[in-house]
């Protein structure tokens, strides 16, 4: 070879050296490389893009509401369903996992709402995409005299529905545009509801429907994950403030400092090891066995329930380490069920009296709970009415919205966990949104791409063999 020929190459080296060591910034040129093909035959690889990008993308959901009783008591989301694609507001409920809407039909179901917001009735004939799901399914359980796979569901609080299930397609927002896209939609498995009864016909907290965000394979996430359309992980950040709202994604929400405990296996909830409860620091003689699950025992995390449901041991220990950490001025009262406080004009901070409570998990994870998130405040006494957000029960220990809101929440069914950290959710929030459907510890194999240094030695090992070739 050349000196100059060599000098050549060794240049060209040291270029691509350069190259591939500094960060990539490519600018991109915008075209449209038909290739022959026709507008329809455009539309259709686009159609299979819009595809690829459900799939890797991060669903958002916008989220309604608040944890306060006295405004909403609850948190919603909107969903977009069918074709021509129609809006539901449905409660966002971890606590089960039938999703469900008002049906045309529906016998019980309320007319307004004082959320303030328009109540809309699913029309099976109206959406060209909508298909009955007969009872020869092999999810189907019940069946129904005209041949439809029926529903049923009761809940705690004395509401239940019924009516028969469907499928049509569901339209979802990537979180990058936070818009409803036309062509981003998945088919989804859900309750018609043409029958209301109990707390579910009362127009107060009146929605569309409830969502289900369980483990079951009739839940939201879990219909998204067997189609491949998302991660195995979702997350919520409830705002705990009087505008309430937030968000809800279909991915991992990472954030540092987060806490991490194992879920229960085996469980049709998402039931926690909550091995002690403590007050201002100081671990109450709670007899641990009292959360232990079994069949109706146990500790579980539900975004449907507004409060905290202690049982009545756990119940009793708390309101006794309370009281005897609050000034004697401040008097104690039942109202309605919850145990409050009259707090008088010359308190200036209610929040720095009373204590924190700390619910102590396995794996050494601890939720910290200000006074601010177990208070709930009641203008009817001249100085104030503080109530706490708990009720006892007799069996399952309930961990409700309360609680839940001003946290980054993180249920990851992937590696059958949950995780939380304290956050400002009117902030925005750092998603991780594994590819393929792929949790964050379901193994995925990386490229050359994925490691820059790598990619370099592959470069510069073929140049050196090119120069060896040519001298």
């Known amino acids: 070879m050349s000196p100059s020929m060599l000098a050549i190459v060794l240049s060209s080296l040291v270029f691509v050296v350069l ?76 606590g089960s996992d039938m999703s469900w809407v008002n049906c045309v039909s529906c016998n019980g179901c309320p007319q307004t709402s004082n959320l303030r917001i328009k109540l809309n009735y699913f029309d099976p004939e109206s959406s060209s995409t909508s298909s009955v799901i007969p009872c020869s399914h092999h999810k189907c359980a019940i069946c129904s005299t005209n041949n439809h796979c029926s529903f049923k569901v009761q809940y705690e609080d004395g509401g239940e529905t019924s009516g028969y299930i469907i499928s049509d397609l569901m339209h979802v927002a990537d979180i990058s545009e936070g818009l409803v896209a036309p062509n981003s939609s998945v088919p989804l498995v859900f309750g018609c509801s043409n029958m209301r009864t109990g707390r579910l016909t009362s127009y107060e907290s009146a929605l569309d429907g409830i969502f289900g965000f369980g483990k079951d394979d009739t839940s939201l996430i879990s219909q998204l994950y067997s189609q491949g359309k998302a991660s195995r992980v979702f997350s919520h950040c409830l705002k705990g403030d009087t505008s309430g709202g937030g968000i809800l994604v279909l991915g991992e929400v990472v954030e540092p400092n987060m806490s991490y405990t194992p879920l229960i296996p085996k469980q049709p909830h998402y039931n926690l090891n909550l091995e002690s409860i403590s007050v201002n620091g100081h ?73 924190p409570i700390s619910l102590n998990f396995a794996n050494h994870a601890s939720m910290v709970l200000r006074s601010q998130d ?70 995925g194999g990386a490229s050359l791409c994925d490691r820059p240094e790598k990619l370099t030695m592959v470069i510069l090992a073929f140049i050196t063999h090119m120069i060896l070739i040519l001298i």
């Not at 190259?19 to 915008?30: D, E, I, M, N």
């Not at 232990?292 to 309101?319: H, P, Q, R």
Request: hydrophobic residues 40%; neutral net charge.
């Open 283 to 355: 671990t109450l003689q709670i007899d641990p066995t009292v959360f232990i699950t079994s069949s109706n025992k146990g500790v579980m995390i539900d975004s449907g329930s507004t409060l905290v449901f202690y049982i009545e041991e756990a119940y009793n220990s708390i309101i006794d380490a309370i009281n005897s950490r609050i000034p004697r001025s401040i008097g104690t009262t039942v109202s309605n069920g919850f145990h409050c406080y009259l707090v008088p004009t010359s308190v200036l901070s209610i929040f720095d009296i009373f204590p």
């Open 19 to 94: 190259v591939s060591a500094a960060p990539t910034s490519l600018t991109l040129k915008r075209a449209f490389p038909n290739h022959g093909m026709n507008l329809s035959q455009l539309r259709a690889m686009d159609m299979k893009r819009h595809g690829r990008i459900l799939q890797a993308s991060v669903v958002n959901f916008p989220v309604y509401g608040t944890a306060d009783p006295i405004a909403a008591g609850l948190y919603y989301t909107s969903v977009h369903l069918g074709s021509p694609p129609r809006e539901f507001h449905v409660t966002i409920d971890t």
């Open 374 to 443: 177990y208070l709930i405040h009641s203008p009817t006494f001249y100085g104030g009415l503080w109530c706490l957000g708990f009720h006892k029960t007799q069996d399952i220990t309930i961990l409700g919205d309360i609680i839940l809101k001003d946290k980054i929440i993180v249920y990851d069914l992937a590696s059958q966990q949950i995780g939380w950290t304290n956050y400002n959710c009117s902030l925005p929030v750092n998603v991780s949104a594994p590819s393929s459907g792929k949790g964050r510890n379901e193994k």
